[in-house]
T-cell receptor, first 112, second 113 residues
Framework: GESVGLHLPTLSVQEGDNSIINCAYS??????FIWYKQESGKGPQFIID?????DKRQGQRVTVLLNKTVKHLSLQIAATQPGDSAVYFC???????????FGTGTSLTVIP | DSGVTQTPKHLITATGQRVTLRCSPR?????VYWYQQSLDQGLQFLIH???????AKGNILERFSAQQFPDLHSELNLSSLELGDSALYFC????????????FGSGTRLTVV
């Protein structure tokens, strides 16, 4: 079936470095994407979103890039901090009401 | 605190039993979404309610049901529980019918033994 997948299940980066988390989606009809961060014992927390009419969107220390040609999404975190350690999910809305399809997640570990 | 309240935080029950999970959305939010998170399935959308009406169904089993009450809180009922139902169950809420980055609660961890 259709799915949202993450290329890397785990990622370790040095504090202060930039992090890039990738995500592949399979449905070209998807028009809305969200990145969520989930810390241990907590619910997913909204980070940033992007709609399909955009290629790039920036937030505070985070940037999401969307490449519709290859159906690829990435989350860039600048100057990664220990508090960024968490599991990151991408999710796509395929236009079917408000259902979101989440990837399995990438675990980001920031090394002090 | 996200503003979305889920109770209980933890629940341990036996196979075959029935449980009810409760969710209170953020003040002003009309939409409630339920998700199941298990180790092998990730986050799976179950169901969406908007202002008391069911709007969308995802991978929700027939043994599971939900409703949203006039005060906008929602309950997810899980019956004839199986070991495989053990998971984290999250509720999320948003203002309207179209998602604009909805807010998740901290979840209910269900363990079926």
């Amino acid at each position: 079936g259709e799915s949202v997948g993450l290329h890397l299940p785990t990622l370790s980066v040095q504090e202060g470095d930039n992090s890039i988390i990738n995500c592949a989606y399979s449905n070209s009809a998807s028009d809305y994407f969200i990145w969520y961060k989930q810390e241990s014992g907590k619910g997913p927390q909204f980070i940033i979103d992007i709609r399909s009419n955009m290629d790039k969107r920036q937030g505070q220390r985070v940037t999401v890039l969307l490449n519709k040609t290859v159906k690829h999404l990435s989350l860039q975190i600048a100057a990664t901090q220990p508090g960024d350690s968490a599991v990151y999910f991408c999710a796509e809305n395929k236009g079917r009401g408000n259902q979101f399809y989440f990837g399995t997640g990438t675990s980001l570990t920031v090394i002090p | 605190d996200s503003g979305v309240t889920q109770t209980p935080k933890h629940l341990i029950t036996a196979t075959g039993q029935r449980v009810t999970l409760r969710c209170s959305p953020r003040s002003g939010d009309l939409s409630v979404y339920w998700y199941q998170q298990s180790l092998d399935q990730g986050l799976q959308f179950l169901i969406h309610y908007y202002n008391g009406e069911e709007r969308a169904k995802g991978n929700i089993l027939e043994r599971f049901s939900a409703q949203q009450f006039p005060d906008l809180h929602s309950e997810l009922n899980l019956s004839s529980l199986e070991l495989g139902d053990s998971a984290l169950y999250f509720c999320a809420s948003s203002v309207g019918g179209f998602v604009d980055g909805y807010t998740f609660g901290s979840g209910t961890r269900l363990t079926v033994v």
